[in-house]
């Protein structure tokens, strides 16, 4: 049965000595043993009738044994919560930047239409001016998420259960088509003369690559396991 507050901090006081119990008691034990057979009676009386200075100390330790046991059970549900609490919040962060990636997709309403008309053959000066726009515009935000996620892998890569998370985190942001490198390359068809025969193909190994991009930003999004993201 837990104890109540006040009864847990009530301090443990160790038995204090009776001196004139404990000489009375003597006493009139010698007295009796001086009496034939009064060995017997006064070792029975012991055993049924305890020196209250044992008693006392009996009820002392035993007191002191359960405030010990209680302590340590309630530091153990601490300690477990602090464990569930701790995975709550890291399981949190993993979903919250998740969903932030998503923010890195790319959609064809944006640059993903004007490097399709670079793959197609359709573009042209303008389509080049309207990339460049595009890629400006989408600069301070982009950094500032990138920056943000960085921040969160290297958090994350910190706990067993989210290694895995972190790396696939890590490879949204800098792997082989991660955003940084598809930013750079995007950069690479604003800077060129796009009279140039190559830039068709390299528009298409563009798409290609923010194809492959957009499915691991889903897949880090899907529902996890453990906290982690399941392909």
């Known amino acids: 049965m837990e104890k109540k507050p006040e009864q ?3 301090p443990i006081v160790p038995p204090s000595q009776a001196p004139g119990r404990t000489l009375g008691r003597d006493l009139g034990e010698a007295a009796v043993e001086l009496i034939p057979g009064g060995g017997l009676v006064t070792a029975l ?3 049924t009738h305890p020196p209250l200075a044992d008693k006392l100390r009996g009820e002392w330790e035993k007191t002191l044994s359960e405030r010990t046991n209680e302590h340590s059970s309630r530091l153990e ?3 477990l919560a602090l464990q569930d609490l701790r995975s709550f919040l890291t399981a949190r962060t ?4 998740a969903g932030q990636a998503g923010l890195l997709s790319f959609f064809r309403t944006g640059m993903l239409a004007s490097l399709e008309k670079f793959a197609d053959g359709r573009g042209d000066a303008a389509t080049q001016k309207r990339l460049a726009q595009q890629l400006d515009a989408t600069a301070p935000e982009v950094d500032e998420i990138i920056s943000s996620l960085t921040a969160a892998r290297d958090m994350l890569s910190g706990e067993a259960e989210f290694v895995e998370f972190a790396h696939r985190l890590d490879d949204v942001l800098y792997g082989k088509f991660g955003k940084v490198g598809i930013r750079e390359r995007i950069q690479e068809i604003i800077a060129a003369d796009i009279r140039q025969p190559y830039i068709p193909e390299l528009a298409r190994q563009i798409c290609m690559e923010i194809g492959e991009f957009n499915q691991r930003v889903i897949a880090l999004a899907s529902p996890t396991r453990n906290g982690q993201a399941t392909t």
């Open 8 to 10: 847990q901090k009530k």
């Open 45 to 47: 009386f012991r055993v």
């Open 77 to 79: 549900r601490q300690e």
């Open 94 to 97: 993993a979903r919250k930047e």
